[in-house]
């Protein structure tokens, strides 16, 4: 059977080239970075060289670099370390309603700490207003965290805008970029105004469970987990060695390739999207075409249920997702689609297509090709579609 | 996730549609997940004759909908009204425990359906 993944949001497979700098580091060059001997030298050097790496890419320096087991830990120091260190000034935090669950949940945790949380609306493709913004912030805000891209509609945030305000006010700005990175060139230098930003490997063709947030100098911020004076002491804990390793490397074939991948992108899912509409009726976008990031393609086919698509599709071999992997163990439609007002319905037919560097445009006719009879038929089972449309 | 007898309902679901001329008809929203069903049922002399079903909801609710039409289908309205969601995902080889209150959709529907035929019949009998 033919496979399509598409569900390129959740996670990507790792890139050849990524995995062969990896493997030394498992095997032969196995050393402890904090050792001093030369198992440990070695290994310190390439931890140090991959920060570097980082850093230049992002046009940060490297002592602001402090690599993490990924975007939901690196969230989770921006916003509890940023809360607590800052809590003598004030204990407001901003951020948006369609956040990661790793930044809400971290809110959630703040608001039983006595934390008091505003979450900024949304438009109906997804976009926070920054004149929202510049009606919350309050004499005792201490943080402003806004994503820069949404992972279930692509959305991007106007962040060199929001930034802005937060920088007027002497308010630390923190961005989870999890989802832009590699979608969106992305300089710190430029930008600014950001004062953190979240990074993860498995979104850019790296490997699970190690990531990156750029500290900005000056920012203070207490560390989340306690132990050895790892990472200068915001973040104790062997590092992961071949995951940096192998982190780095994917973050520069990221930042190297990504006009040539945003053209393919956005090529395969406009091509996508304009036979879906042809073959389907009432199909319906969630989000907008042109304000997204071009992998990310949210759509609702009227009168059908996400899971019994999903269901549908992978009996096919194709893979995708409806909202958040995290989100679908649990039965409440996707809050970022509510906070979109899309009737409750429409977002819970929602399907997120998410397409990767891999994908084709074999890949793009195939699906097309077998969507039609799928949508079809639950529609016919379907009591909120009628046959005669 | 689901067993082979969930997967093998849910692509080919029986008795799929609606009955114009139905005896009782049992429409519910699932409370938990806002998915819908709608159940019909023909009844004759106590007993049903026929049973269709439509569905908007997940994987498990659709397949639940098409088992409690197999189910149902010769039964009397004593014997259909004792089926409950347990029944239903029993006869499906069991459901994932995040999937259970999808059950409740085809029984309740079921059991609505019966009650719906009551009323109307009571209704007629009055008149
Ligand atoms: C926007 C966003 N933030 C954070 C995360 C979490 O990243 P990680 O899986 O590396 O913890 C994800 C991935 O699901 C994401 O999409
Ligand atoms: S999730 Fe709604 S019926 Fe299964």
């Known amino acids: 059977m033919k496979k399509v993944y598409l569900d390129h949001n959740a996670t990507t497979p790792v890139h050849p080239e990524v995995l062969e700098v990896m493997l030394p580091y498992f095997k032969e060059k196995f050393g402890n970075p904090s050792s001093i001997h030369g198992f440990g030298r070695e290994a310190k050097v390439a931890l140090e060289e991959a920060r570097e790496r980082v850093a230049s890419l992002l046009g940060a320096s490297s002592n602001e670099i402090f690599f993490t087991c990924g975007g939901t830990e690196s969230d989770n120091l921006a916003v509890k370390g940023t809360a607590y260190a800052n809590r003598k000034k004030g204990l407001h935090i901003i951020t948006s309603k369609i956040e990661h669950h790793a930044i809400l949940e971290s809110c959630k945790f703040l608001e039983k700490e006595g934390f008091v949380i505003t979450y900024l609306p949304v438009d109906s493709l997804g976009v926070v207003d920054p004149k929202e913004l510049g009606k919350a912030i309050r004499e005792d805000t201490t943080l402003v965290s806004i994503m820069y891209v949404n992972n279930e509609v692509g959305s991007i945030q106007l962040i060199e805008e929001l930034s802005k305000i937060t920088k007027e006010k002497e308010i630390y700005f923190h961005t989870d970029a999890v989802q832009a990175m590699g979608k969106i060139p992305i300089n710190v230098k430029k930008l600014n105004n950001i004062d953190m930003l979240s990074m993860s490997g498995h979104k850019i063709n790296g490997p699970k469970g190690v990531g990156a947030i750029f500290i900005r100098k000056g920012v203070r911020i207490t560390p989340w987990s306690h132990g050895g004076h790892h990472e200068r002491s915001r973040r104790a804990g062997t590092e992961n060695v071949p995951g940096i390793v192998g982190f780095a490397k994917a973050l520069e074939l990221a930042v190297r390739d990504v006009e040539d991948q945003n053209k393919h992108l956005k090529e395969l899912t406009e091509i996508f999207y304009r036979k879906l509409t042809e073959a389907i009726p009432d199909v319906i976008l969630n989000g907008d075409l042109n304000q997204r990031v071009f992998n990310t393609l949210n759509l609702s086919f009227k009168g059908v249920e996400g899971e019994s698509m999903i269901l549908s599709l992978d009996l096919k071999g194709v893979a995708v997702a409806s909202g958040s992997a995290c989100t679908s163990g649990t039965l409440e439609p996707s809050h970022v689609l509510s906070a979109m007002w899309i009737a409750p319905e429409i977002a819970q037919g929602a399907i997120r297509f998410s397409f990767g560097r891999d994908n084709t445009m074999e890949d793009v006719e195939y699906v097309a090709s077998i969507l039609p009879e799928m949508v079809s038929r639950l529609r016919s089972m379907s009591p909120l579609y009628a046959k005669e449309k | ?127």
């Not at chain 2, 659709?62 to 009397?76: C, F, H």
């Open chain 2, 1 to 127: 996730m689901y067993s082979a007898k969930v997967m093998e309902h849910f692509q080919n679901p029986r008795n799929v549609g609606e009955i114009k001329d139905a005896d009782g008809v049992g429409e519910i929203g699932n409370a938990v997940c806002g998915d819908i069903m709608k159940l019909y049922i023909k009844v004759k002399e106590n007993r049903i004759l026929d049973a269709k079903f439509k569905t908007f909801g997940c994987g498990a609710a659709i397949a639940t909908s098409s088992m409690v039409t197999e189910l149902v289908i010769g039964k009397t309205l004593e014997e259909a009204e004792k089926i409950s969601r347990d029944t239903v995902a029993e006869a499906l080889d069991g459901l994932p425990p995040i999937k259970m209150h999808c059950s409740n959709l085809a029984a309740d529907a079921l059991h609505k359906a019966i009650e719906d035929y009551r009323s109307k019949k009571r209704i007629k009998e009055q008149k």
